[in-house]
Structure formats: structure tokens, C-alpha cells
């Protein structure tokens, strides 16, 4: 049997400028992060600009689009302000997301199906402007095949639910996350995932053979604290490659 295609890494290091921002000055410096995850072994970065700038700024995103040798993937709401901002930086990448001011952190897929006309024209320009648009949806195939008919080039599936059930009813979320991967491959998409992956959830994960990228922040930056983030970057790498085997 073929070996599956390499699974790549995106880095998120919104985490950083949350650490930053509690003191409102210059460090730790998330760009640096950035740098830092690259050399030892990001596939990507990614960076969250939230609609009330609680971690990533503006400056950031303009220093991280022309300062990194690795795709930049720019999460973003479905407004108009975001659009603006992909188009003038023009990141290799754009993930919509759902935004909820009150949300820690997303809590959920984007309703791709219920928002179809609204997200259209958006997935139309950023394509338009050659931003590989990402989806981030639930697992589930109402989702995957309003993807399919917006057009959009990938989709990220939610892993959120899956980090946080355990036993049988995790093996089911993994089943869904599996079927939606299978389904979006079967219709041309490519699949990345992400949301709530840590060294000890992310094998089976990993193993999905249509998974080409997984984007992971929270536990990285976390885990950074305690070993340093190129060490907590490696692991992490060294992990997904023994579960791709
Ligand atoms: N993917 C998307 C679309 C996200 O919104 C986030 C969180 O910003 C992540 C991946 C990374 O999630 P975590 O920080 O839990 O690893």
C-alpha cells in the first residue's frame, strides 16, 4: 500500500501574544515564536486575528506576512474588516472561522451550510486573490458538502469535541472527523484539522491517511514554558511522523 502523503504542522502562536498583551509591551515577541517553531520543523504558522485584538495585532500580522520562510495561515471571521486585511497582506493561507466576542477561544465550526450566500463572495475574492481559503466546519457531511459547493480549496475539521470526549464516545468523534476527512477528499478538498491537540491525543489524529496539516497552538505554547518551544515543537512533529508509520 502506498505510505499516506507527509502531514505537515502549522504552529498557531496566537498564545504568545496572549502573554504579551497581559504586560502591553514588546515581549515575548510572537514573531520571534514564529522563527523559532520554523526552524524547528513548522510546516506553517498560524495567527488568529481576533476582531477585538485580544492576542494577534495588526502589526503583528503585517510583520509575520513578510517576515517568515514558511506559509503563513491567517484565521479570520467572515467580515469585511478581515477580507480587507487578507487582501492587502495576501497570506498564503485564510481560515474562516466563527468569532463570538464572548468565546475564549473558537468554539465551534463555522456553519458553512446556514451562511452559504454570505460566505460565497468571501471564499470567491480570497481565492481571487490566489489565499488558499480553509473552511473551519464541524465534522459532519451537511458541513463538508456546503464546502464542496462553495467551492473552497480545504477545509479544517473541529477537533475540539474529540480533545475533550474520552472512551467510546471518543472513538465515535473519531469516527465522524474520519468520515468527513474520507468524504472531503472524495470531493477534492484537502483536509487539515485542529483544535484542542496535545502530545497524547494527537496519534489517532495523525494517523487519518486524507490529513495532510494539523494546526496546534494552545498546548505548544503551553507545553513551551516547560521545555523550550523548539523541543515542544520537535515532539510534537516526531509524534505525528510515527503515527503516519
Ligand atoms: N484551528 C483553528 C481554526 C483555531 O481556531 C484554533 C484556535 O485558535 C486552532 C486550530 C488551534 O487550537 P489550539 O490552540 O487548541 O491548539
Do not use: W
Request: aromatic residues 2%; charged residues 25%.
Amino acid at each position: 500500500m502506498a505510505a499516506p502523503a507527509p502531514l505537515r504542522l502549522g504552529v498557531n502562536i496566537d498564545h504568545v501574544a496572549t502573554v504579551r498583551n497581559a504586560r502591553g509591551g514588546d515581549t515575548p515577541d510572537p514573531v520571534r515564536a514564529a522563527l523559532l517553531a520554523a526552524q524547528a520543523g513548522a510546516d506553517g504558522i498560524t495567527a488568529h486575528l481576533r476582531e477585538d485584538r485580544r492576542h494577534i495585532t495588526d502589526a503583528d500580522i503585517e510583520r509575520l506576512a513578510t517576515g517568515l520562510s514558511v506559509p503563513l495561515n491567517l484565521e479570520m471571521a467572515a467580515t469585511g474588516e478581515m477580507l480587507g486585511i487578507a487582501l492587502r497582506h495576501r497570506p498564503h493561507a485564510a481560515c474562516i472561522v466563527p468569532e463570538k466576542r464572548e468565546e475564549r477561544t473558537t468554539e465551534g465550526g463555522i456553519d458553512a451550510a446556514g451562511q452559504h450566500n454570505r460566505l460565497a463572495p468571501m471564499v470567491r475574492e480570497l481565492g481571487a486573490a490566489r489565499i488558499r481559503v480553509s473552511l473551519f466546519i464541524e465534522p459532519d457531511p451537511r458541513q463538508v458538502s456546503a464546502a464542496v459547493s462553495l467551492g473552497a480549496p480545504v477545509v479544517e475539521l473541529h477537533t475540539g469535541r474529540y480533545a475533550e470526549l474520552s472512551g467510546a464516545a471518543q472513538v465515535a468523534e473519531l469516527r465522524r472527523l474520519s468520515d468527513a476527512a474520507a468524504l472531503a477528499a472524495k470531493n477534492g478538498i484537502e483536509v487539515h484539522m485542529g483544535h484542542g491537540l496535545t502530545f497524547d491525543n494527537v496519534a489517532p489524529i495523525a494517523a487519518i491517511p486524507q490529513v495532510r496539516e494539523l494546526n496546534i497552538g494552545h498546548f505548544l505554547i503551553g507545553e513551551a514554558i516547560f521545555v523550550g518551544l523548539e523541543a515542544s515543537v520537535r515532539r510534537m512533529k516526531d509524534l505525528m511522523e510515527a503515527a503516519r508509520g
